[in-house]
T-cell receptor, first 110, second 116 residues
Framework: DAKTTQPPSMDCAEGRAANLPCNHS???????VYWYRQIHSQGPQYIIH???NNETNEMASLIITEDRKSSTLILPHATLRDTAVYYC???????????FGAGTTVTVRA | DGGITQSPKYLFRKEGQNVTLSCEQN?????MYWYRQDPGQGLRLIYY???????QKGDIAEGYSVSREKKESFPLTVTSAQKNPTAFYLC???????????????FGQGTRLTVV
């Protein structure tokens, strides 16, 4: 599996955009980038995924660099309820194994 | 409603006893997973199963056992051989990877196991 590197923590002001970086420099061409988040004491929740192109859904946007070695999750208008641990994961094609790293603890402040 | 259910939410056991955590899903998913989470840490993969009657060790399988006799069920047994069993345990499921290349995993709400 390609490993991912995320900053351990970051703060964000309520109402502002939160930009969460993730490095995955050893990613292979057929591996997808997934983002999940975990609110305290709950199960993780899927946010978004992508392969090459930028993706957007009702929760967030995912920007993947052209060389695919890094990506950024964007929460366009952070709210207090977005306070959570965010995990960036690279999924290996043909392998069911789904491994999580330490993630980034995002704290949204009023 | 479709979903993945873990029970119980809280579980207490005496040291040296085996304990089985339940995980049931009605999403018709082929793949199921068990994770362990310790305070302030990320998720660590214990076991995963791609299909009925088949499962693979994850990163921290020692002291744990699983079975996959039915598609909808993937129970985890924490044995007395697990040295530090107190933790938050999470179960997940997803559609078969090979057929659907870009599928998400759905998680249960977790079981908090305390061994005293």
């Amino acid at each position: 599996d390609a490993k991912t590197t995320q900053p351990p923590s970051m703060d964000c002001a309520e109402g502002r955009a939160a930009n969460l970086p993730c490095n995955h420099s050893t990613i292979s061409g057929n591996e997808y980038v997934y983002w999940y988040r975990q609110i305290h004491s709950q199960g993780p929740q899927y946010i978004i995924h992508g392969l090459k192109n930028n993706e957007t859904n009702e929760m967030a946007s995912l920007i993947i660099t052209e060389d695919r070695k890094s990506s950024t999750l964007i929460l366009p208008h952070a709210t207090l309820r977005d306070t959570a641990v965010y995990y960036c994961i690279v999924r290996v094609r043909g392998d069911y194994k789904l491994s999580f790293g330490a993630g980034t603890t995002v704290t949204v402040r009023a | 409603d479709g979903g993945i259910t873990q029970s119980p939410k809280y579980l207490f056991r005496k040291e040296g006893q085996n304990v089985t955590l339940s995980c049931e899903q009605n999403l018709n998913h082929d793949a199921m997973y068990w994770y362990r989470q310790d305070p302030g840490q990320g998720l660590r993969l214990i076991y995963y199963s791609q299909i009925v009657n088949d499962f693979q060790k994850g990163d921290i399988a020692e002291g744990y056992s699983v079975s996959r006799e039915k598609k909808e069920s993937f129970p985890l047994t924490v044995t007395s051989a697990q040295k530090n069993p107190t933790a938050f345990y999470l179960c997940a499921s997803s559609i078969a990877w090979v057929e659907f290349m870009n599928t998400e995993a759905f998680f249960g709400q977790g079981t908090r196991l305390t061994v005293v």
